[in-house]
């Protein structure tokens, strides 16, 4: 079994790389806390192959929330970031998507068309 | 009471923001869980603010390295990420220390005099 966790972000934003990691980093752990709650098997054996992590990116606030409902509708679990803290974009933004960690194919079907953020 | 992680990485490595991004996320989770089991009534009290998330830099491996020992000489819970799947950089190069979550001042004593990670 492959697993991944995939964190999606947006490349329309004018942030810093930084404060993009940032928000990477929220959503990978409210995700991951999500499905080590629902599936600790599954949580145990993505972290015993090294809990690989991937970031993609989109081009528009539309484009993530359309990753974020397909997400859902396949049940995979899935987190929304809106940052509160950020000085660069206004409170409640919404910035990334973290999905997973699940099987690699599950995930490839809501983001496999998707490209590496740079 | 207000309490933060701090995620620290490696400005010298020539690696691109998303790749950065995955690895602030390794420490990130790897940190938050190593609090977790030490400390639940901590890692409550940072969720519930809001889980505060900051990204330094530093300009070198030895500069990363001291940051990490300053972290475990101080008792605050800390880890060093060494990334396997990076195509970017050689497989086990040091990219980046999670600390904390952990109280504020406790976290500036390590982390003080850091720059942003932009």
Request: with cysteine.
């Amino acid at each position: 079994m492959r697993y991944k966790q995939v964190i999606v972000v947006r490349k329309d934003l004018k942030i810093s790389c930084g404060k993009m990691a940032a928000q990477v980093a929220h959503a990978s752990l409210e995700a991951a806390e999500l499905v080590k709650n629902r599936d600790h098997k599954l949580y145990r054996g993505w972290k015993q192959e090294g809990a690989k992590k991937v970031v993609l990116s989109v081009e528009s606030e539309g484009e993530l929330f359309e990753v974020y409902r397909r997400a859902q509708e396949l049940g995979i679990p899935s987190v929304l970031i809106r940052d509160a803290g950020l000085t660069e974009v206004p409170p409640g933004t919404p910035t990334a998507v973290g999905i997973g960690p699940d099987k690699e194919e599950r995930i490839d079907r809501v983001t496999g068309r998707l490209k590496l953020y740079k």
